[in-house]
């Protein structure tokens, strides 16, 4: 045979040895685990539902726990109520939520076929029950102990006819731990929206009243602020008239807007009024706003229980009543700043702040000697395409017919109209002022603050005739220091 010859018939035996290979191996390869067909059946997530129902047909809910026994009914569509609670505003979407869950149940898992010792999950006597109806259908469910496991969180259950022991979530248990009074609405104040002036409430009138402290009373106010720098949206008249300083209209007043109570406690009557703290409240508020009455009765701090089961008062929460609809609430003071605040915590430290473009000109007496400084502003100017109309702009100040650097005028401006007024005083004046600030508007307008020294520490700020305020008479020796540096070009410095 030829060399060639040879050759391709070695050729063709791999060939032949070479398939006979690949059909042995395809013939006695074991099944691919991943075949559809092979997987086995703890390869697959195994579920457990207790419940399957259309929530369209639900028909009832009953739960029964160690808080009472009661009853969720459809009221419309998508809407549930309990009638026992019928008198009171309900939140139906807490309702809602509930059927939806108990609708569909399933377990997270099957920990027993049948439970010997019901017991030992807490479902001799069970925690809580439920009986689901659906039409002529009904599930009953037991809830034993939560599931002490650290890396699991739920609760052990048992539905009635089945010998099982399955855990559900904790969402879902604690459906069934609820009293009824979850299911109440919880929006004591509506909120809205910080960024749309139109949707601002209008607060026409308030009042604080406190055990030991004056009652507080603010109105809407209604003196011009045609010539104020800043200006509150209130005044108060009561224990003194008296600006407000403008942080209190959002931070002790508008802040109570969006109050919302963390949960409801209790149906309210006269024989657990010291329970709550409501025989002695700590604060009571009212309100008018939109032409709608608001009370709020803030009673004692909230009880708390701790993981280790101690009752504690929380340090940051109060029973209170709201309007007089029946009910105990739980909120966080941080809805009520006013809590621990006096009318010294109102007033305007300020006195007055006038607008300095307004004036025409200031007359200031020291210790005898005055000092007028003539004020002269004219408009300023705005870009060719704003829509906004010139404002009135300080362009210089004279003393005596001398120019004053008006940013060092400016400084003295400041400290002037800064008294630091600490407190309101219900005692009378006598005697001459100490120092007096008389203010001339360009429109004519007056406006004037004397000031009468007590004793070293301490002075009377009377406002236009009414001396209702308190400061520290190291204002006046501040002011004739500062006096000194501005007519002498120096810098005036506003801190004392």
């Known amino acids: 045979m030829s060399k060639q010859k040879r050759t391709i018939l070695l050729g063709l035996v791999a060939v032949v040895i070479l398939v006979g290979l690949m059909l042995v191996l395809l013939f006695t390869q074991k099944k691919d685990d991943t075949d559809p067909s ?21 028909t009832s809910l009953q739960v029964t726990n160690e808080q009472g026994t009661y009853t969720i009914t459809p009221s419309g569509e998508n809407e549930y109520t309990d009638t026992e609670l019928a008198q009171f505003k309900q939140n139906s979407a807490a309702y809602a939520s509930a059927v939806s869950s108990l609708s569909n149940l399933s377990a997270t898992k ?19 029950n439920a009986v689901i109806t659906f039409g002529d259908k009904s599930y009953q469910l037991y809830l034993g102990n939560e599931v002490a496991a650290s890396n699991y969180d739920g609760y052990y259950v048992m539905l009635e006819g089945d010998e099982a022991l399955y855990t559900i979530s904790s969402n879902n248990g604690k459906i069934l731990t609820r009293n009824n009074l979850y299911y109440l609405d919880k929006q004591l104040l509506p909120d809205y929206d910080r960024q749309d002036t139109e949707a601002i409430p209008k607060v026409t009138y308030l009042k604080f009243e406190r055990p030991e402290m004056d009652t507080i009373e603010l ?4 003196g011009s602020t045609e010539h104020r720098l800043y200006s509150s949206s209130f005044e108060m008249v009561s224990p003194v008239s008296s ?10 007043v508008m ?40 009370q709020l009765t803030v009673g004692k701090p909230a009880q708390e229980i701790d993981d280790e089961g101690n009752v504690t008062e929380s340090l940051t929460s109060h029973y209170v009543l709201c309007n007089d609809n029946g009910l105990v609430y739980q909120v966080d003071k941080a ?43 004219e408009l300023g100017e705005v870009d060719e395409d704003s829509s906004q109309e010139p404002k009135m702009e300080i362009k210089s100040v004279t003393y005596n017919g001398q120019e004053l650097t008006l940013a060092s005028f400016q400084k003295y401006y400041q400290l002037m109209f800064y008294p630091q ?75 004392w």
């Open 110 to 128: 099957k920990v027993l076929d049948t439970v010997e010792n019901k017991a030992e999950y807490g479902l001799e006597t069970p925690v809580a």
């Open 421 to 495: 007024i600490e407190k309101i005083n219900t005692e009378p004046v006598s005697g001459d002022p100490t120092a007096k600030i008389e203010v001339y508007y360009s429109n004519g307008d007056q406006e004037t603050m004397e000031f009468y020294e007590i004793d070293s520490r301490r002075m009377r700020v009377s406002v236009n005739g009414q001396a209702n305020f308190e400061a520290r008479s190291g204002y006046i020796s501040k002011m004739i220091t500062e006096m000194e540096h501005l007519l002498n070009g120096e810098t005036v410095d506003t801190d």
């Open 243 to 252: 600006e407000i300083d403008i942080k209190v209209d959002e931070e002790l």
């Open 255 to 294: 802040i109570m807007f969006g109050m919302n109570a963390s949960q409801v406690v209790d149906v309210y009557d006269e024989t657990k009024a010291s329970q709550y703290g409501f025989d002695n409240p700590n604060l009571k508020i009212e309100m008018t706003y939109d032409n709608q009455s608001f």
């Open 219 to 222: 109105k809407e106010f209604s």
């Open 38 to 58: 092979s997987m086995s059946s703890t390869s697959v997530a195994e579920t457990y539902p207790l419940i399957e129902d259309n929530v369209d047909n639900f």
């Open 335 to 377: 809805f009520f700043p006013t809590l621990d605040k006096t009318a010294d915590d109102f007033i305007s430290k300020n006195a007055i702040l006038p607008y300095i473009a307004d004036l025409d000109k200031i007359v200031l007496t020291l210790n005898g000697t005055v000092y007028q400084f003539d004020l002269f502003s």
